[in-house]
């Protein structure tokens, strides 16, 4: 059981390029989201799910796009990358309604922004 | 609106000694979810614990205890006889209803020196 996984670990991105965060999870749980996490800010959501063919926003939705064709990949992508973006990103999944354990979180992306 | 608040940023203890991570939530909701999560210096998030909003008994595992206060809208992780392995950032979150979004304290680094 492979739980969430997130590819690349890590990326170094110069500013203007685009990439796609890769995000799948094994588990059939409906919701899946994406974190980022910064110094001193905690995780904030970025943009979430709750099934194939729903997305929505979080709190952070601006400079980033999602799409959800399959339960199992949800994949996150900047489209004109810009050092602002440079942080820690996770990928979550769980069931929708909430499940007993909570989040699933996949090992994390890295990304740099130059 | 939802809102977590871990106003300790920083923590350091000598092995050993007991530490308490505080939490204080806001919600209006009467049906809410807590959770502490764990993140060790690898990297990844680790779930520690979900308590719901209509059960306040205190939960005890291991080392770690719960105190979930609804009155004080606080729910505090004490780690007891803290070892060299607890040092990690540790995260309290917030969740309305059951539809999954979760809302992160900032994160608290707790520092266990041997």
């Known amino acids: 059981n492979a739980g969430v996984t997130q590819t690349p670990k890590f990326q170094v991105l110069k500013t203007g390029q685009s990439m796609t965060l890769q995000c799948a999870q094994d588990m059939n749980h409906e919701y899946m989201s994406w974190y980022r996490q910064d110094p001193g800010m905690g995780l904030r959501l970025i943009h979430y799910?709750?099934?194939?063919?729903?997305?929505d926003q979080g709190e952070v939705p601006n400079g980033y796009n999602v799409s959800r064709s399959t339960t199992e990949d949800f994949p996150l992508r900047l489209l004109s990358a810009a050092p602002s973006q440079t942080s820690v990103y996770f990928c979550?999944?769980?069931?929708?309604?909430?499940?007993?354990?909570?989040?699933?979180f996949g090992s994390g992306t890295r990304l740099t922004v130059v | 609106a939802q809102k977590v608040t871990q106003a300790q940023t920083e923590i350091s203890v000598v092995e050993k000694e007991d530490v308490t991570l505080d939490c204080v939530y806001e919600?209006?909701?009467?049906?809410?979810?807590l959770f502490w999560y764990k993140q060790p210096p690898s990297g990844e998030l680790v779930f520690l614990i979900r308590r719901n909003s209509f059960d306040e008994q205190n939960e005890i595992s291991g080392r770690y205890s719960w105190n979930f206060q609804k009155s004080t809208s606080s729910f505090n992780f004490t780690i007891t006889a803290s070892q060299v392995v607890d040092s990690a950032v540790y995260f309290c979150a917030l969740m309305r209803g059951a539809n999954s979004k979760l809302t992160f304290g900032k994160g608290i680094t707790l520092s266990v020196r041997p």
């Open positions: 799910s709750v099934g194939a063919g729903i997305t």
């Open positions: 979550a999944s769980s069931y929708f309604p909430l499940g007993v354990y909570g989040y699933t």
């Open positions: 919600t209006r909701d009467t049906t809410y979810y």
